[in-house]
Every structure is written in C-alpha cells, then in structure tokens.
C-alpha cells in the first residue's frame, strides 16, 4: 500500500467515524475539495485488504492502549 493510498484510506475512515448522518464519497469531497469523489470507490474497489492489511493499519493503535485488563471486541455485520 503506499503513503498516498494510506493517507487517503484513513482520511476516508475518519470520515466515516465521525459522521453523523449517511456517508458517501461526495460529501467527503465535499468537505476535502482536493479528494475527488471518484477516488474512494475507485481505492475500495482496487484494493483487496487483507486481515494483514487490517492489522498494520491498527496494530499501533492498539499497542498504545493495550492493557491486561482490556478486551478488543471486533464485529463484523456486513
């Protein structure tokens, strides 16, 4: 994955996490001018994310908040 892919792929969830209402690519380019709102469906689309994918992407996040006390609970409802 490079840099610009990464950077746009988390730009894209940050979007999604703090959304209040529906979500599509043109409101995010809406918000972002300098994303075009063909390049999120075309990065989805291209892309084929693995689990490793996934990990690299979080695993730093994780690491910060690791605890022996806490419990990551993963939910998939596709």
């Not at 063909?38 to 994780?62: A, E, G």
């Amino acid at each position: 994955m490079t840099e610009h892919t990464s950077r746009l792929l988390d730009l894209y969830t940050d979007y999604l996490l703090v959304s209040f209402g529906a979500t599509t690519a043109t409101g995010l380019s809406r918000l972002m001018p300098e994303v075009s709102h063909d390049q999120i469906p075309r990065l989805l689309s291209q892309h084929n994310l693995t689990n490793k994918d996934l990990w690299k992407i979080v695993k730093p996040h994780v690491r910060a908040v690791e605890s022996s006390e806490a419990v990551l609970i993963i939910a998939d409802h596709c």
